[in-house]
């Protein structure tokens, strides 16, 4: 076993798991680890030129992950910087070793797609979810994302639909045009 990092000391101190990470424990226990690995490993890149190659299991993981939560590869890459439970899933120790690029994940998905064995790994889930009276049910990670929005003209009437405005001004011209319609 592994020596505990200060993240996993502090981690194993809370009181309550999180759902993600219940989830994870229980596809980390259902999953067929050994055999998926075995079924990828004669496909996957040596080594032989360029850098060396991440784990064929870490890239499982981390492919899974991807299908579970719906995020692109550069989204996962940042929510397993950001999660410990994505990392613990991953065995990610940014002591030893960083994140797969989400270049990596993309060749990955790549290689299963062509092999076909995305399909075959996704059929042994389900009948493995089925044999344990379960069914998967995806979700997604969204994060909020500011966007700068145009500035609005000066030529543009005051009760423009398009207008953007600060929370306050628009919460009291909404309210105005509701008493308005009271009214009438």
């Known amino acids: 076993m592994a020596q505990m990092t200060f993240s ?20 980390n226990q259902l999953v067929p680890w050994e055999a998926w690995v075995a079924a990828i490993e004669p ?18 993981r ?44 993309l060749k990955f998905r790549q290689l299963l797609e062509k092999k076909g064995l995305h399909l075959e790994f996704e059929a042994e889930l389900r009948r493995r979810l089925a044999e344990s009276g379960q069914i998967l ?24 639909e398009e207008e953007l405005l600060p929370l306050e001004q628009l919460a009291a011209r909404s309210q105005r045009k509701t008493s308005a319609k009271i009214t009438e």
């Open 137 to 160: 049910k995806t979700g997604a990670i969204l994060d909020p994302m500011l966007i700068r929005g145009v500035q609005p003209s000066a030529a543009a009437p005051a009760d423009s």
């Open 62 to 105: 981390m492919y899974l992950l991807q299908n579970w939560f719906q995020l692109s590869a550069a989204a996962l890459e940042e929510a397993i910087y950001d999660s410990y439970a994505l990392r613990r899933f991953m065995g990610v120790d940014f002591m030893e070793s960083g994140v797969p690029d989400a270049t990596t994940l």
């Open 8 to 27: 996993d000391l502090e981690y194993s101190r809370r009181k309550k798991k999180t759902r993600r990470e219940k989830f994870l424990e229980a596809m």
């Open 43 to 60: 496909y996957y890149p040596h080594g032989r030129r360029g850098r060396p190659p991440v784990g064929v299991e870490k890239m499982l």
